[in-house]
Structure formats: structure tokens, C-alpha cells
């Protein structure tokens, strides 16, 4: 689709869509491409989830409420970009579903230029951090800009040395949740010359909950990641996967089997990552044919008969809830299993992930609550 | 085919042929699957040199001198295995051509054993020798062999790791060619736990010149060959390369981008070589099916129809040698170039390599001289 331009109300409307409860990226870009626009998504939401089940009134985000945060986000001078802007970042875009939103705190211009991402261990030897610092300026010399974590160890070694050419930091929290603390220096040059960016609402503190998806940006942003120093079962290998699964590349830096720090890294080498020995490695894969995805008609499509496919998935949702266990399974699996169309039986979905009775995940994937 | 016992006589005759000049390993295989025996060949062999285009007459090894050889070999308690005996290793048979012999001093059962090659950088880290010694220990202890160079650094380490379960050393001297001199001790223990193996004459020095073949018999012997530290362009990669044309498994143990040690095992990696960081690592690998190939005829043939092949010969010598160039080049391709049957062509070959005007090289090859 042409990314288009939207109006102010129609941003702080899918700022709401976003901070409503149960409203997931999947559920909201499903929403979205069926009634077109947030504002008829709003409208519609109290109802679908009460048809999907919920007995509770769905408690949806505020104008009151968006407009705090819009207005936290303007006083540090950050901006809001939506999926389907023209601002918003190509391959993130790409993804199914793109993240409803981002916040931008900095040198927004960063996000529309080709990125690299580079991560790994918080606690890195100096040899990894010395690695990852010339690895950035490499590639940033080369014309790539760097996206990763500011966390300690590699992701800080990345930044610094991606600093003159163009850094992008993913925070978990929000734009304004400078962490750890002795990156408080950190984040302020990367402030003034690269980007910071988040998903999460401005003055939100990161919790756990809230890396996988800040993991997901980071790969999202990219065109490739090179993960440079990472134990077995840590979250540099997650973003790792996460790549792979969007069909970016996958590079690790190796080391000897004496070091545990190497054990992930050596791991991601066997399971196919490209062996990452400086630049020349990642440059040489990336200027293959680039392979970013057209971007999907999520804001295009004109509004559906909302009446003749509500018909049908009143009668089909309860069947559909029935089918969804516990462990997510491919909705494809679903649509096989009633032998109906798929359009109202992902209708049915989206109103029961509403009703928070199932969870719409990516990939396809639906669970129960 | 099945190996078969041989008389003292006819491994002496096979001593004398390999030690005649202008008659490499190629040449004698083909020239004991034409005649059947060493002494039918060491009969025809000034004709054919003569045939071939040789003016001097060919110095064939005398039974004086094969003496003198197998007499030092005796004084030291070694053992002479010709190509095709009951003891000859059958990885070893399977390589096209097989070495056409091997002294052993030590425990030669251990080479009826499957063997795994460790190898690597002369000037080794202390973690890389730690890992090596380890590494050797533990594939040991999993019932393989361990062969290697008896080189400083990586060699010795695995020596060193083998000796209580079983360790090959490959020398490129003869089997009394102690080198370095700081190895004099693992030598010994070596004779006393394992075996000593080499193609060369005993009491021969070694010279650069004898290592290739040398490291074509560690990979030979060997069901996999794994590199433990390697710079770019060192002997442990050619190792590695002829592991590779033998069929043999290759494995290589990652390094630092910052260890210039590592350079040549992660090239290893990224052309498709088994990373390795453990026995884990190797043992995975070789527990699929065995992959020893069937022994050719070498010996089992009978003795062709000479006239018939000689007349045939004569004509085509020349129209042979008018193709070949000093730059190697695929036997089949003068196959192809003279539209002629395979089997006098090769003959032709042979006469010119004994007459010292081409050299057959492994792999199909031939040179002009």
C-alpha cells in the first residue's frame, strides 16, 4: 500500500486502539483493515467484544488518557508515528502485524535509512565491546544506520560506535526510561544524534513483559542482525530468532568453545547464521537483491459489509472458540477444520481476542486466554 | 576386494616399485592392477619406461637397496604394509590411489581401528592446546583413534590427550625421523602406547616436500579431520582441503575475530565445515552411517591382454603427450579430446609418467613432466 498521511484525531484514535486492553498488534491491524480507519474501530469495540463474550464492559483507552500521553511525548519532544504513515519505518512495516505505533525521540530521519542491528551480552568482555564498537563504525561508514538495545556490555558498544554515522536505540520502557542508569550520558548523545524509539507509553517504566516485543522493533528495523557475544538461552538469541522468523539475516560473531560467551553465538552458526567476522561479512549478504516485502494493504481496504459478516459470525464463533485450546495453534487449522470461509471465522477471532477469551498471536497463531 | 597375505618376496618386489624413481602412487596402482603383481610389474618396467620415451634406462630400486630399507626398518622393530595386505588400513585402501605402503613401529592394530585426525596451528594458544588435549581425551574415551601430525602445538596436544587410548602419529620423515627434537620424549611414548606410521624410507629426514603426502595419509586414515587453530594459508587447511576430496568429514573449532588463530577454522565454517566445540560435536556426525567406501580391484585384477593394449598404445603415445600440458589438467579430458577408448590412453600415460615426460597426479590429474 502508499503509506498516506492522517489527521491529528485520527493518530490519538490509534493511540487509544493501542492502550485499549486485550487490543493486541494483530487484533488492531485486523480491526483496522476491516473498518479502515481507528476512529471506526473505536466506535465498533464495545460491541464486538461484547458479541464475543465479554460480560464486563471493555475498558477502552480514553481521549483524556491518549491526550496525556500525547502531550508527555510532546514535552520531551518526541513524535508518534503510526503503521501506515509515510514516516513510518519501511521494514517495520513489512511485518505481520507492524507495530500499531512508535514513539520517536530525536533524529527521526535515522528510521527511514537502512539499518543493521547489533547485539548481545550485557555482561561482554572488552573484546566483544571493542569488536562491537568497530563492527558499528564499519557498517555505519558503509552507509548502514545501527538499531539496538542501549542495554549494558554490546548493545552500549554498538551505539557508541554507530554515534556519528547513526544510531537508533529500542528502549523496552518508554522514550523517557533512561536504563540502566549509567547510560544516562549514553542516552542523551544518542539523543542529540541518533534516535531513540519505543512502543511502550511515554513515562513507562520497562518491565520484563514488555523486551520481547521492544526484541521484535530491534530485528524489525533491520535488514540483518549481528549478534556479537551471547551465553545459551539469553535474549540476544531471541531477537535472533525473531529475525529469522521475519526473514531478515541472521549474522553471529564466533569464538572459542573455552568461552561461554561464545556458546550462543556458535550455536546460532550452526543452525544456519552467517559467520560474522567484521563489515565485509555483513555488507557482502546485504548487498544481495533486497528482499523487503511490499508492504501489506492493512490501512487500504474500503470497509466490509459489517451486517452480512456479523450474521455469520454469530453462528460460527462459538464453533471457533470451541477449536482453540490452550497451546496457539495456526489458525489455518481452524478455517480447515469448519470447512468455512476463513474472513468470518477471523471476525470471530478477533471479537473473542476482544472478549480477552482468546489471544491473537503473530505468526498466525491463536491461544486461548 | 578382499586384502590378501603376500609373500616376503613380493612386498619387497612392492618396496622396490615404490622406491623406483618417476613411479608415484598413481602410477604404481595402475601399473599393479595392469600386471597383478609388484614383480611382473618390476619385469615389464624398463620396457615400458623405454616405450614411453625414456633414452637413459629407467634406475629401477635394486633388491640390494629394498634390503638395506627393510633390514633398518627391522632394527627398529617397525612393520612394512603394502596396499592390499590383511593389515593395511582399510580407510587408507579406500583413497584412489592408496599410498603404496606404510611402516608402522608400535601398535599397528590401532590402525585397523576408526581413526579421528586432530590438527592445527604449530604455534598454538595454551586454550587452544588445552582444548585439543581434551578433545582428543574425549573422543579416546568414545572408542576412536586419534591421529595427527606429532607437529609442536595442536599435534602434540592430541598426542598427548591419545596416549592412553590409542594415538597415530603420521611423520613426513621415516619412522625413526624424530623431529622436533623437543618431541623426542612424546615419541617414545608414543612407540610404547601407540604407533608411528610414514610412506617414507626409514632413516629419511623429512623435507617440505614429503608433508603434503603426509597429511594426505593423516586425513586418509581418518574417518573425520578436525582443525583446532589455524592462520589462514597453513598446512592444518590443506589438511583439511584433502580431508574434504577424500570424502572425510571436516570440523573446525571457532575462534575470536580478534585471534588471528582462528582465522583459518572459521574460513573452515563458513565453507561448510562442522563447527566443533566439543567430542559432542564430532561424534554426533560420525555416528551416522559409515560412509568407507567399497575398495577398488587394485590387486584383484587379472593380468590384461599386453600385446593387444601395447599396439594400441604405441600409436596413441604420442597424440597423448601432444595434449598435455605442465598445468594439470583431467585425464578424461584427453579421453574426450581424442575420442578413443579409456583403458590405452591410460597405459600411454603410464609409460610416459615411468619415462619421466608426465607426472600423474591423485585426483585423475596429469602434468607434463
Redo the contacts between chains.
Sequence with gaps: MTPKAITDAERRDRLRLSRTETVGAVTAAALMRRFGSAKHVLDALPDLARRGGRTAPLKVCTTAEADRELEAGAGLGARLITAGEPDFPAQLAALDPPPPLLWALGHVDLLSRPAIAIVGARIASA?GQ??ARQLALELGQAGYVIASGMARGIDGAAHEGSLATGTIAVLGGGVDDVYPSEHAGLYRRIVDAGVVVSENMVGRKARAMDFPRRNRIISGLSLGVVVVEAELRSGSLITARLAGEQGRDVFA???????PR??GT?DL??QGAV????AGDVIEVLQRPLRLREQGDLFDAAPTDHDGLDRETERLRERVFALVSPTPAPIDEIVRALAAPAPPIFAALVELSLAGRVELLPGGLVAKA
Design positions: 573484546g571493542r569488536f560473531v564466533p569464538g572459542s568453545p573455552l568461552d561464545a556458546r556458535n552458526i550452526r559467520l560474522c567476522e567484521g
